[in-house]
């Protein structure tokens, strides 16, 4: 019993330090599109800065659309594909560092940014290149996930086809 | 002749962690272990790919032979990249934890 009560407390001491930690930091710490839908004016007033992606998420159908981060607007801006895919259950950001060594590797890949919010990777290729829905289903499975829907062009940047 | 096997399983969320492994070891006159862990876990907040995450988590470890053959251990994870570290501490065996992974 004492073990039990020692557990508890103990757990629940770190749970208390880190929650405040974390409230104190959220204010500080550069989330590309977190709590996107409840804190629109956090957004806001920080898009534009490094490492933040700026848009509401979500294309006009609801689909996820392209994450805007720094690299990504860069690469865009030079004329590559954008292609955003829907990851079935990718919630780790820990897990999904495979699929950004995987597709960072490709010769094709400019950029590329795995949201854990809308469960989307986003990728806009080299101009000039292509990549094929089947090549993105096989590299998402070599890196441990299933691709549901592939979305390029207009419809990738959040714009109905 | 030794033989050596486990199976580990997880489920989770962006705050929520549950997992379960175990292992055998049978090596002769040497060796002969088995262990099993469960572990459950939750994040104060959901950090987004490149922070640091934190997750808090409690493992009950079982290992039938050894005199306490259950065990508690309170621990706190983090990761940031494609780094992991793992700290807590055993409360029944009175022994510190340390993980380190690194995603190469």
Redesign the interface.
């Known amino acids: 019993m004492n073990l039990l009560i020692k557990t508890i407390v103990i757990t629940t001491a770190l749970c208390y330090c880190l929650l405040a930690t974390a409230e104190d930091s959220h204010g500080h710490m550069h989330h590309p599109t977190h709590d996107m839908h409840e804190h629109q004016n956090h957004n806001q007033q920080e898009a534009g800065s490094a490492g933040h992606a700026s848009h509401d998420g979500h294309n006009a159908t609801g689909e996820p659309a392209l994450t805007l981060t720094e690299d990504i607007e860069s690469a865009l801006a030079q004329g590559g594909e954008p292609i955003v895919a829907d990851v079935l259950g990718v919630v780790c950001d820990f897990c999904a560092l495979a699929m950004n060594k995987i597709f960072g590797k490709r010769e094709e890949v400019a950029a590329i940014y795995v949201d854990l919010d809308t469960k989307a990777l986003s990728l806009v290729l080299v101009p000039g290149a292509s990549m094929s829905d089947q090549t993105i289903a096989d590299l998402a499975v070599q890196a441990g996930y299933r691709i549901a829907d592939v979305r390029r062009g207009s419809e990738a940047l959040g714009n109905p086809s | 002749m030794a033989i050596y096997g486990g199976v580990m399983a997880d489920w ?3 705050s929520l962690f549950v997992g379960y492994r175990n292992r055998y070891l049978e090596a002769g006159d040497y060796a002969s272990q088995f262990m099993q862990a469960f572990r459950v876990g ?1 994040a ?11 997750w ?1 988590m ?1 493992e009950i470890d079982h290992r039938p032979s050894e005199p306490e053959s259950v065990t ?1 251990t ?1 621990l ?1 994870r983090f ?1 940031k ?2 780094l ?1 570290v793992e700290a807590g ?1 055993n ?2 065996a009175n022994q510190p934890l340390f993980n380190f992974t690194y ?1 190469f």
């Open positions: 989770e969320t962006r939750f104060p907040y959901e950090g987004d790919s490149g922070d640091l995450h934190t808090l409690l508690a309170p706190i990761f990249g494609p992991l501490y409360l029944t995603r």
